[in-house]
Nanobody, 123 residues
Framework: QVQLVESGGGWVQAGGSLRLSCAAS????????MAWFRQAPGNEREFVGT????????YTASSVKGRFTISRDNAKNTLYLQMNSLKPEDSATYYC????????????????WGQGTQVTVSS
């Protein structure tokens, strides 16, 4: 049974930082491309960033480029999202996702999803 469990969310003031983690189990982690998405109340789920199976390639959305960094540790079966210079508009529930394929930016490309972790950025 595949499980993706996010952690690290919370409340932070604008300009602050948070590091999200996603612990994976029940799958061969190194064979999956991974991604982060987010969804704010009333909005559609949107792509944040993706990372290749080996971790040597990443791609992030323009809205977070230069502020967010996605990484992974295949030895620990864990995905990370380092979020710096946070803005109130970054407030959302953040989800990690796994795709038995290449990096992708569309929701339908991903096979497994976590339950999400809430991030709230106050102004």
């Amino acid at each position: 049974q595949v499980q993706l469990v996010e952690s690290g969310g919370g409340w932070v003031q604008a300009g602050g930082s948070l590091r999200l983690s996603c612990a994976a189990s029940g799958l061969t982690f190194s064979t999956y491309a991974m991604a982060w998405f987010r969804q704010a109340p009333g909005n559609e789920r949107e792509f944040v960033g993706t990372i290749s199976r080996s971790g040597n390639k990443t791609y992030t959305a323009s809205s977070v480029k230069g502020r967010f960094t996605i990484s992974r540790d295949n030895a620990k079966n864990t995905l990370y999202l380092q979020m710096n210079s946070l803005k109130p508009e970054d407030s959302a529930t953040y989800y990690c996702a796994a795709a038995l394929a290449f990096m992708a930016i569309t929701i339908r490309s991903y096979d497994y999803w976590g339950q999400g972790t809430q991030v709230t950025v106050s102004s």
